[in-house]
């Protein structure tokens, strides 16, 4: 995956790389995923009542949306593709696709709301956070960062995965222990990134001062 937090491609743009290209359109073709997803998540309703067919479309939309968040960074960085729409379209898509899973979940009473919230306010508000230091100098993508989106990942497709009918209550078991591992990966890294931004912002304020 290739969000802000995994395998973006990290350094300048490159100086003759246009945004007209094929990761730039993959990761538009993932915003424009979004809404579909939703509707399909939607209109298969709750365990017990879903629409199969419908929340299987929603799985599998989610599945190659994700699929192309991988795909766009692999392209970008073997073909020297990076742009500086790229650099900032990449993470929102990725947010708006994993951020709309958990909303909808909620909604449809799957997930806690202090859950979503948690992990929304972090998300966002790293992301926030990143914009506003880069004055100072480019957070680079944590290891904790990675393995944070990674367990987000599975969470959601455990809990999308319409599979408690079928094989009994323990799924939904092992979908919430890898959305409490998520949880505490988010929170966590959260925190992490947070202090080294201080330590970023530090560094540049006693290097103008020297």
Same mark, same amino acid.
């Given at each position: 995956?290739?969000?802000?937090?995994?395998?973006?491609?990290?350094?300048?743009?490159?100086?003759?790389?246009?945004?007209?290209?094929?990761?730039?359109?993959?990761?538009?073709?993932?915003?424009?995923?979004?809404?579909?997803?939703?509707?399909?998540?939607?209109?298969?309703?709750?365990?017990?009542?879903?629409?199969?067919?419908?929340?299987?479309?929603?799985?599998?939309?989610?599945?190659?949306?994700?699929?192309?968040?991988?795909?766009?960074?692999?392209?970008?960085?073997?073909?020297?593709?990076?742009?500086?729409?790229?650099?900032?379209?990449?993470?929102?898509?990725?947010?708006?696709?994993?951020?709309?899973?958990?909303? @909808? /979940?909620?909604? #449809?009473?799957? %997930?806690?709301?202090? !859950? +979503?919230? =948690?992990?929304? $306010?972090?998300?966002?508000?790293?992301?926030?956070?990143?914009?506003?230091?880069?004055?100072?100098?480019?957070?680079?993508?944590?290891?904790?960062?990675?393995?944070?989106?990674?367990?987000?990942?599975?969470?959601?497709?455990?809990?999308?995965?319409?599979?408690?009918?079928?094989?009994?209550?323990?799924?939904?078991?092992?979908?919430? @222990? /890898?959305?409490? #591992?998520?949880? %505490?990966?988010?929170? !966590? +890294?959260? =925190?992490?990134? $947070?202090?080294?931004?201080?330590?970023?912002?530090?560094?540049?304020?006693?290097?103008?001062?020297?």
């Amino acid at each position: 995956m290739s969000s802000s937090e995994t395998a973006v491609p990290h350094g300048d743009p490159a100086p003759n790389s246009s945004n007209w290209n094929l990761p730039n359109a993959l990761t538009a073709l993932r915003i424009v995923m979004v809404p579909f997803f939703i509707w399909f998540l939607v209109a298969g309703g709750t365990h017990g009542e879903q629409s199969m067919g419908m929340r299987w479309a929603a799985v599998v939309t989610f599945g190659l949306a994700m699929y192309t968040d991988k795909l766009d960074g692999d392209l970008a960085r073997a073909r020297n593709l990076i742009t500086s729409f790229g650099k900032i379209a990449d993470p929102i898509a990725d947010k708006l696709l994993t951020g709309a899973a958990f909303v @909808v /979940l909620s909604l #449809l009473g799957e %997930l806690w709301w202090w !859950v +979503t919230i =948690v992990i929304l $306010v972090r998300e966002w508000g790293i992301t926030v956070m990143r914009f506003v230091v880069i004055r100072y100098g480019v957070m680079a993508a944590s290891k904790g960062g990675k393995t944070k989106t990674v367990l987000q990942t599975a969470a959601l497709l455990a809990l999308l995965l319409p599979l408690a009918p079928l094989v009994g209550q323990w799924w939904l078991w092992f979908a919430w @222990v /890898l959305t409490a #591992l998520a949880l %505490l990966a988010t929170v !966590v +890294t959260g =925190v992490d990134y $947070v202090v080294k931004a201080v330590q970023l912002r530090n560094r540049s304020v006693r290097g103008e001062a020297a």
